[in-house]
């Protein structure tokens, strides 16, 4: 059985994100599966799982990655999907600058053509430096980009907020990215 709670949690942002149907499961037009489900089935794939594991890995996501409803009976992940959920987020004015983390072997290619969401349903942005760094540290030597979401704003370009922090908008234009 695997115990190590990394592990877990990221077979559960496989399942709840990406794909669900690895222990059989379908997502709910808003991104929900049922809790008893996704405990039986993270089980059968050799996950040591219960309630009382899975609300802890949930509380102590250091993202905050995932959120139960509030009964506890459904459980989703707040951001970062490839599959087609709608999660309703609203509509929010962004800071005037965010930042985007990727990495330097990326930076030719959104010179070319800006920050493209590729298989999630957003470009993912931060309000902090820091944070953007770690993300772009997944993928090789980071960089940090600054991003004039002010002006994508007056333009008319919209922004959501997710649960946990992140900041969502569509693609990004070069006009709007500040290489440094
Ligand atoms: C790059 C993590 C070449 C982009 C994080 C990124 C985040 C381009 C990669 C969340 C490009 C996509 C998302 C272009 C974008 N040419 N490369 N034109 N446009 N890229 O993983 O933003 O731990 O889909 O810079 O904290 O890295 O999973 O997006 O490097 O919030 O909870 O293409 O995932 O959260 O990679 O990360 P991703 P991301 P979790």
């Known amino acids: 059985m695997i115990t ?5 949690s990221k077979f559960l942002s496989l399942v709840l994100r990406h794909k669900p149907e690895t222990i059989d499961l379908e997502l709910d037009e808003n991104g929900w599966v049922n809790t008893d489900f996704l405990i039986q089935g993270m089980h059968k794939a050799n996950y040591s799982i219960d309630i009382e594991i899975l609300k802890e890995i949930v509380k102590s996501s250091d993202k905050q990655r995932f959120k139960f409803n509030d009964d506890f009976s459904k459980i989703r992940a707040n951001q970062g999907h490839s599959i087609n959920v709608d999660l309703k987020w609203e509509k929010k004015l962004p800071p005037k600058i ?7 072997r990326n930076i030719d290619s959104i010179k070319k053509h800006g920050l493209l969401k590729q298989n999630r349903h957003h470009v993912h942005l931060s309000s902090d430096t820091e944070t953007a760094k770690k993300v772009g540290m997944r993928y090789g030597k980071p960089i940090v980009l600054k991003i004039d979401a002010g002006k994508m704003n007056t333009d008319g370009i919209e922004f959501y907020l997710s649960e946990n922090g992140v900041w969502l908008t569509e693609n990004v234009d070069v006009k709007y990215i500040k290489f440094e």
């Open 4 to 8: 190590d709670k990394i592990k877990i």
């Open 98 to 104: 965010l930042f985007h983390g990727t990495a330097t």
